[in-house]
């Protein structure tokens, strides 16, 4: 069993299946989210049970493989390795609010998005609750700094890994764990709608983003191949939905990319697209990617200024870990070519 991918109910019934009292469920659960890397440091459980955790369960700690700390802002990148070799990343980024972690929900991605490296060479697999949950543990306990807010914005489609992704968000929301609410915490999705609608009905007081990066189906296919399924209509339509029920509004993630999707009339059919429906937009400079032939617009603040003219809330994403590869998918990628 892959203990710290249980919730505390879970836990209980476990130990009572072993004969232990009930409070010992919590006492190796507060174990596990403070980062534990061996069933040996858990001192206060009796070793003949630590004996049998060992036989029973696995406990996951990811390595290190590779880290890079930005020159500029700090901002630091961590490849770490899995316990079957795989590598994902993860990016702590230091804000006056607070800093955010954006964390991995796959090993590689199968959207194909044209902009994003995660996806070349599609996913291999989805992560467990613990490896997401690690990914958080561990870069606190690294770093020394405090995590506040999560972003679900690194490699992988998290609503692809609906189930797993789920309990993730009730294990690092729990009071008796690390503890951060789910308004501290955004879910990045390309625009699986059915499971949108099958998020909504919980609601969670996360922000959802939508990667929507144009405003007409013509050029999001061209950027998005999930866009051929779904359509901008059918998508606009959904989250319309999901505000109805939810109440919480939703941002709108949109990278700039020179020549395609950064036009005056784009600008205008994204406001109108937009119309009525609370929400914000934001817009992200384009980080370059090698494999790809797409480049940063240099017309951001325009795009930007035109959007509020229409009444249309727009900010532009700070560019953080400019000297390192903090862009998505882009050191996991490096690593696989050195490999």
Known sequence: MEIKSMTPEELSDYFRELGQPKFRAMQ????LHQGAESFDEMSNIPKTLRETLK???VLSAPVVERKQVSKLDGTIKYLWKLSDGNCIETVLMRYKHGNTVCVSSQVGCNMG???CASTLGGKVRDLTPAEILDQ???TQKDSGEIISNIVMMGIGEPLDNYDNVLRFLSLVNHPDGMNIGMRHISLSTCGLINKIDKLAPLGLQLTLSVSLHAPDDET???LMPVNQAVGVDALMETCRR????TGRRISYEYAMIDGVNDSDAQADKLAELLRGQPGHVNLIPLNNVAESPLKPSCRVREFQQRLERHGVTATVRRKLGGD????CGQLRRKHIHQQ
């Open 28 to 31: 190796v659960f507060r174990w």
């Open 55 to 57: 036989k029973d369960c």
């Open 113 to 115: 998005c044209t902009f």
């Open 136 to 138: 958080v543990l561990f």
């Open 220 to 222: 999001r296919t061209k």
């Open 242 to 245: 999901y505000f109805e029920t």
């Open 324 to 327: 390192i590869d903090a862009s």
